[in-house]
DNA sequence: TCATTTATGTGTCAAGCGATACAGAATATA
DNA sequence: TATATTCTGTATCGCTTGACACATAAATGA
């Protein structure tokens, strides 16, 4: 028993390629389904038959995302040679992502949904929860070196992270305002001047 | 000649703040008319009449915040003793303003428009403008520090002062998440840590 | 008192929103 | 070839959007 009926006329992968890129610039709430229509080159009832409904289209454009862009940031994350590096690695993979030339600029996880108007606060969740996932990685990478003896036991970790995390999502409105890919991996290296005196944090939480 | 015609029945400046904070809250573009007017507690036509458009009381209201919220972040700097002590008030005040209690967290002119959908354009490069002057005036204290001789002439200041910048934006993203207070004050101790290790760069842009 | 001026509440406008009903077209199975 | 199945384009649904027409209410000035 192989495919019944009449066969779908689009390419629905590239599709819903089209469909992530115009998420990604203007947001859910932004995105109207005139937009996709345009975009995807593909009339409404198709969408809905392919996808359900504008929910769950971008919800499977956000999983795409995580997949590609994303996946490059926390690929390079894990292969990289110490605790260190992989923060390092996050960050300027993270200023070349934001600002690759014919795409959006930014994060679409970070700024896909920030508001919670009315109807929306379903999707607002869902990335939180994405953006939560992102600071749990980094911490557990922080604290594998700590398991591993590179890094010390004193610091506040979860702190750490989260101090490396929200610059991160910084650069997504500083991508989106304009800035180079050079001032974003400026703005990588002044957080990454933090690293050494985070560290060596005294147990009384002040740098030494 | 005083005032003619039927008086205005409600408090315009009251109204306004509570614009303000629905704007704050859910964007302007996730703001809709009913969202105002049952906030503002005031008819469509009165709000016309009193400030012309949605846009204009955009406008309206990202003023006023600048001149509130914003003010407090601003004056906290420019009174601070020395060049770090304004950085580090900068972000410790803002971690304080994106999380006061009863009010919507992170910075109206971080988030209130940062998509460009189809109409709202204008707003958002508006609130660009504003976040643009943000950096520029913390670098002007920078120069300042320079100027006056408590800072070195090498460091890229305006890399640095984009990095701060950065940081702050990231803490409303952050404070959006739900983030306390406490952690947000975390944070910006953990980007202050950078400054020793920023202020002492060498020539050729490396650390020391 | 009465004209003038301004604000108010009711009701509504055209346009756009997300989502579908429907009939026809294109495939597989019987 | 006949029938069942699935996709396609047209056209439109009910609803919300930002904005405003209109008649009325409440003030001032002559």
Not at 108 to 129: F, K, P, S, T, Y
Request: with cysteine; hydrophobic share 40%.
């Amino acid at each position: 028993m192989t495919q019944r009926g009449r066969p779908r006329s689009f390419d629905r992968a590239a599709a819903l390629r089209r469909a992530m890129e115009v998420f990604w610039a203007q947001g859910y709430d932004g995105t109207s389904m005139s937009n996709l229509i345009a975009a995807m080159n593909v009339n409404s009832p198709s969408i809905y038959a392919a996808f359900g409904s504008k929910e769950a289209l971008f919800r499977e454009a956000v999983a795409l995302y995580r997949e590609t862009e994303g996946g490059r940031i926390l690929s390079a994350m894990t292969t990289a040679p110490s605790t260190r590096a992989a923060i390092e690695t996050m960050l300027r993979v993270s200023a070349e992502e934001y600002t690759r030339p014919g795409k959006p600029r930014g994060c679409l996880i970070v700024l896909g949904a920030l508001h919670a108007d009315d109807g929306n606060e379903v999707m607002r969740r869902e990335l939180q929860v994405h953006r939560a996932e992102s600071l749990t990685m980094l911490l557990q990478r922080l604290k594998r070196g700590v398991a591993e003896g590179e890094l010390p036991n004193g610091p506040d970790w979860r702190a750490i992270a989260t101090f490396y995390i929200t610059v991160q999502q910084g650069m997504s409105i500083q991508a989106r305002d304009g800035a180079t890919r050079k001032a974003l991996l400026a703005v990588a290296d002044c957080a990454i001047a933090a690293w050494d005196g985070l560290v060596s944090y005294r147990r009384d939480g002040r740098a030494l």
